[in-house]
């Protein structure tokens, strides 16, 4: 199974961009169908905000995000990406890479993902 990483969190100023990273290791990252990132706010449930299903080139972004974030992977890093532009304080949150071999794009199902990332802060101020 897959271990997986996250950094590039931190403290921003709203308008500001961060782009997280999710570094893979143990097997490749190429070989999950399936590249998502979630995000946790306090007292939220984790919701889902971009997917990627890289055999099929089909993107999910959430409403919220949508035209903000970009989620990428880079397979000789062995890497997901989120690139994070014009971040707003409701993005504040945790946020967590998971992979997944099979599952629906849009899926919000925690469980069906095959690894978890153990998560990293994102705090936008006003």
């Known amino acids: 199974q897959v271990q997986l990483v996250e950094s590039g969190g931190g403290l921003v100023q709203a308008g500001d961009s961060l782009r997280l990273s999710c570094a893979a290791s143990?097997?490749?990252?190429?070989?999950?169908?399936?590249g998502s990132w979630f995000r946790q706010a306090p007292g939220k449930e984790r919701e889902l905000v971009a997917a990627k299903n890289w055999a099929g080139s089909t993107t999910y972004y959430a409403d919220s995000v949508n035209g903000r974030f970009t989620i990428s992977r880079d397979n000789a890093k062995n890497t997901v990406y989120l690139q994070m532009n014009s971040l707003k304080p409701e993005d504040t949150a945790v946020y967590y890479c998971?992979?997944?071999?099979?599952?629906?794009?849009?899926?919000?199902?925690?469980?069906?993902?095959?690894?978890w990332g153990q998560g990293t802060q994102v705090t936008v101020s006003s």
């Open positions: 998971a992979v997944a071999r099979n599952v629906p794009l849009r899926s919000s199902n925690l469980n069906a993902y095959d690894s």
């Open positions: 143990g097997r490749t990252v190429s070989g999950y169908a399936m």
